[in-house]
């Protein structure tokens, strides 16, 4: 079964950190691009970053650029999301997802290009 989970989300102050982890299960992420997405309250979903299958090509929303990275570890079948001084604005679900063209890394968090979704996590920045 192919499945993609998510980890790491929680309740931090503004300024904090946070660690996201997608792992995949079911298949192999080595083909795949991953995207790291998110929705808030009363907004639709919004594509943050994305990175592609294999030669760390990024793309980042403007609103997360220089706080936010993408990272992949294909041995790990995992992607990550570090993000540092967070916002209150940046509070939302967060979701992974992939899609199978290795090197579609703008067009997937532009246009929520994508194939498979994870379930979400929480994330909640407040004082």
């Known amino acids: 079964q192919l499945q993609l989970v998510e980890s790491g989300g929680g309740l931090v102050q503004p300024g904090g950190s946070l660690r996201l982890a997608c792992a995949a299960s079911g298949f192999t992420l080595d083909y795949y691009a991953i995207g790291w997405f998110r929705q808030a309250p009363g907004k639709e979903r919004e594509g943050v970053s994305c990175?592609?299958?294999?030669?760390?090509?990024?793309y980042y929303a403007d609103s997360v650029k220089g706080r936010f990275t993408i990272s992949r570890d294909n041995a790990k079948n995992t992607g990550y999301l570090q993000m540092n001084s967070l916002k209150p604005e940046d509070t939302a679900v967060y979701y992974c997802a992939v899609v199978d063209y290795p090197d579609a890394v703008e067009h997937m968090c532009v246009m929520t290009l994508t194939n498979y979704w994870g379930q979400g996590t929480q994330v909640t920045v407040s004082s």
């Open positions: 990175i592609s299958a294999s030669d760390g090509v990024t």
